[in-house]
């Protein structure tokens, strides 16, 4: 009987210690992919990438520039966080993304990040820093002091798209864009739908940018033939779809330049209900280091 007790005992150890290495290395929920993206930019202020659990072949870029982790200019010249911060979380993929808003010498940047968690460590970190008007050609940080109610707003069960489908939705328009006009590919935007870029509203209700801007599907856009995107995460719980695309030829005011903007889609009840994004100027054909997942 105490053989059996003793045994029994043993089993019981063993589950447990099962059960811990399960928690500590199980999948990344949204509030522990949250944790990541915390841990990373508290980490970035204090220049410390040490503080962070990283995989042993963790690969960082920063505008496209692979290097070593902390050796970036904004890993040595960040100062601190502003309260702007939106993260889209894909739980499926491991994928914490999170647009934000951090200083260097009391001077706003706008910091897109992408970190991929793998094992409950920081496989792959993607940054894009724009300091600047000149780097983004908009640059309005005044107008993003916390992030917007319509990004936040957790959709209910019944407008909810599927993981697929919002995708699809999303993807309509860099199709638009491709070929010049929303309407000719039927991009479904709400009735209120609005565009931020870089802090600056550039169509919807209030727009007052172009007479036309107003309406987001209707207003005159360019045609990008170039334009390629990639899908870089999906948080299907507040339905966002983040995608990074590269503009391509005509898309920017810099001669030679393409404009590469991560773009944050709310997506639900089949329509697109608004559009922000965070976008820089990189030279034209400048590959993202990450391009495997990108489609023409």
Known sequence: ????????????????????????????????????????????????????????????????????????????????????????????????????????????????????????????????????????????????????????????????????????????YPAGLKAGSFVTVDTPFAAKAYRFENGQLMAGPGCTFRPDCVDIKAQKIPTLSGITQRVAAVDEDLGIVLLRMDFGPGSSRVAGDSLIVWEAFKVYGGQIQAVEAFMKNMPLGTPSGWDSGSSK
């Not at 962070?52 to 040595?76: I, N, Q």
């Not at 640059?139 to 069960?157: C, I, R």
């Open 1 to 172: 009987m105490r053989l059996q007790i003793h045994f029994c005992a043993i089993l019981l150890g063993c589950a447990a210690l099962a059960g811990a290495d399960d928690l500590k290395s199980g999948p990344c929920d949204r509030e522990c992919l949250r944790g990541f993206t915390t841990q990373y930019l508290t980490a970035l202020i204090a220049h410390q990438p040490s503080d962070l659990p990283l995989a042993d072949r963790v690969r960082f870029t920063e505008d496209t520039v692979e290097m070593r982790l902390g050796d970036s200019p904004l890993w040595k010249n960040v100062s601190r966080l502003r309260p702007y911060r939106l993260d889209i979380l894909d739980v499926q993929q491991g994928v914490a993304a999170s647009q934000s808003i951090v200083e260097e010498a009391g001077m706003p940047v706008m910091l897109m990040l992408r970190l991929k968690i793998t094992g409950r460590k920081i496989a792959e970190v993607e940054a894009q820093v724009t300091r600047n008007k000149a780097e983004g050609s908009l640059f309005n940080t005044e107008a993003l002091k916390g992030a917007s109610g319509a990004m936040l707003v957790k959709p209910d069960e019944g407008q909810r798209n599927s993981r697929e489908e919002a995708t699809r939705i999303a993807e309509l």
